[in-house]
């Protein structure tokens, strides 16, 4: 059983939790530094970047930096914005893991909050059509090299990852679509397996 952080500053966090919990996985909300030992993989989720940048910087910046860069995680929404790097914008303080650019807010306001059906890559192309959920939505201005486009809407990147960050603009947690959990779970299972058979550790 994968054993998940769901970071609980603010936001929708519960969403997340709420299918985790279903695809079998063990979760734990986070909000402090000391509860991410021992955590297998995160999910950064929606919310507001301010809000979320005032929150962190308290104490969980340094502890969050340190996971995200070693741990599969996901940001959806909000949660990429903080992985990413932004525009100059003084009141929010990225983590800018990512080599992606976002613009806050890009697809619109929360009046043009849109639901639409996603070109998808073939590992996650499955019989169902991946529809995203845009709430205020970051859109995504420029990607590195080292950057994977997993879903495009009108060709324009909305899910991409980078060696073991996912990130999505939209918010799948609001849909009945599963594959981008269960894509981070993979992730996850395979580095433990890795981490087994590198140290032999069998417990």
């Not at 502890?63 to 100059?88: E, R, V």
């Not at 890559?121 to 169902?128: F, G, I, M, N, Q």
């Amino acid at each position: 059983m994968a054993r998940v952080g769901v970071l609980a500053l603010q936001g929708d966090f519960p969403m997340h939790e709420q299918r985790l919990r279903a695809l079998g996985c063990d979760v734990v909300q986070v909000r402090l530094p000391q509860e991410l030992e021992g955590l297998e993989g995160l999910i950064w989720p929606g919310g507001e970047s301010t809000t979320m940048t005032r929150v962190m910087d308290v104490e969980l910046r340094e502890a969050l930096t340190s996971f995200c860069t070693t741990k599969p995680t996901w940001g959806t929404c909000a949660g990429m914005i903080m992985l990413s790097h932004t525009d100059p914008d003084t009141r929010v303080r990225t983590l800018g893991i990512a080599d992606v650019h976002v613009n806050r807010n890009g697809w619109g306001r929360q009046v043009h909050s849109f639901e639409a059906v996603l070109e998808v890559a073939p590992e996650l192309a499955e019989a169902r059509r991946a529809v995203g959920l845009f709430i205020r939505a970051p859109r995504i201005t420029r990607i590195g090299e080292d950057v994977r486009v997993l879903a495009t809407y009108h060709g324009e990147p909305v899910a991409v990852s980078q060696g073991k960050i996912l990130l999505t603009t939209f918010h799948p947690e609001l849909t009945d679509d599963d594959r981008f959990h269960r894509l981070l779970i993979s992730w996850i299972l395979k580095s433990e397996s890795n981490r087994i058979l590198s140290t032999g550790d069998r417990t």
